[in-house]
């Protein structure tokens, strides 16, 4: 397939107060049209400075030097400024980590999908908010129409995530840098997410570069996969290959710490990983326990409930969290 993405020998160096620190030496990449690139590696092996690199978004204290840096056979390794937003726009996107932080929080979700197609395409503002519909719904939000109007701290991180893909994908760029887009979020948002990935690229021929330490995700969404440890690539190659077979220690020990792949294969499906349940942990016997002292309740809630304009997010709910307590809140996206 025709080359989106070459990158050969990238050096990732920042400047700092103890002199200049290398976060990724001699990285070179290769993405084909719709195909998809993982790449893991530990807490920072240098991942987020790679895709930083490609969309040529490092902060002023970073240099970066390679002997390519080719989007669609072009260089753009010495474009200016200007050059790069229109390629940043119009022909790479980006969606990051904290599905939050991306958003304008003073603007509807609508509002900044428009936008973004308005200020690089001539249409009419009704032709732009009826593709923010269609995005939306490619994005598989279920009533785009009501969501159009919506303000980020109205959705759910996983809606919020969803809207962010929409943006990214508005111009139908040909390469989308995904750093980290499910790590913030829960289970359910994952599988959507890689079900929206699948769409892109065999409808759209959408190239994608996924950062992720989830293995799984990765093992599902990309066809190759790179492995980073210190900056440089230890091991690459496709996904199930490199997952079933590591060469590189360094990939045994990423891959034995995940917990999810710990599960055993039995008949092509995920066995339950068998680990020591609450009930096998041995209690504390009574004349070991320490004295008894009467809790104390720091704070107390009872029958809560909250709506956004017509929407019911809370129903009745009541906690109780005493003092020096520390109390856990889990739950779905949303
Ligand atoms: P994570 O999985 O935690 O996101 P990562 O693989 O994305 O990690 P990077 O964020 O690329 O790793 O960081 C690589 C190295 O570069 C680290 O040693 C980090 O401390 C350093 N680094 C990253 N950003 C900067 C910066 N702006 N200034 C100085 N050093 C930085
Ligand atoms: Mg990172």
Known sequence: SPSVLNVEQLCVAYDGRKGSQAAVSDVSLHIGEGEALGLVGESGSGKS?????ILRHLPDNARIEASALQFQGREIRDLSAKQLRQIRGDHIAAVYQHPGAAL?????????????????????????????????????????????DLYPHELSGG????ANIAIAIALDPSLLVMDEPTTALDASVQSEIIAILRDLRRNHKTSILLISHDINMIRRSCDRVAVMQSGT?????????????????????????????????????????????????????????????????AVACRGISHSFGDQAVLHDVDLEIGQGETFGLIGESG
């Open 159 to 162: 809606m919020q995530q969803r």
């Open 233 to 297: 690539v230890v091991e690459s190659g496709a996904a199930n290959d490199v997952f079933d077979n590591p060469a590189h220690a360094y990939t045994k020990t990423l891959i034995a710490s995940i917990p999810a792949l710990n599960y055993t294969k039995r008949d092509g499906r995920l066995a339950e990983a068998t680990g020591p349940t609450l009930s096998q942990h041995p209690s504390v016997p009574d004349d070991q326990a320490g004295p008894q002292t009467e809790r104390q309740i």
């Open 49 to 53: 400075s790679v895709a930083l690199a």
């Open 104 to 148: 304008n929080p003073s603007m509807t979700i609508g509002r900044q999908i428009t936008e973004t197609i308005l200020r690089h395409r001539p249409v009419s503002h009704d032709e732009a908010r009826k593709r923010a519909a269609d995005l939306l719904g490619r994005v598989r939000v279920s009533h785009p129409g009501r969501v159009l």
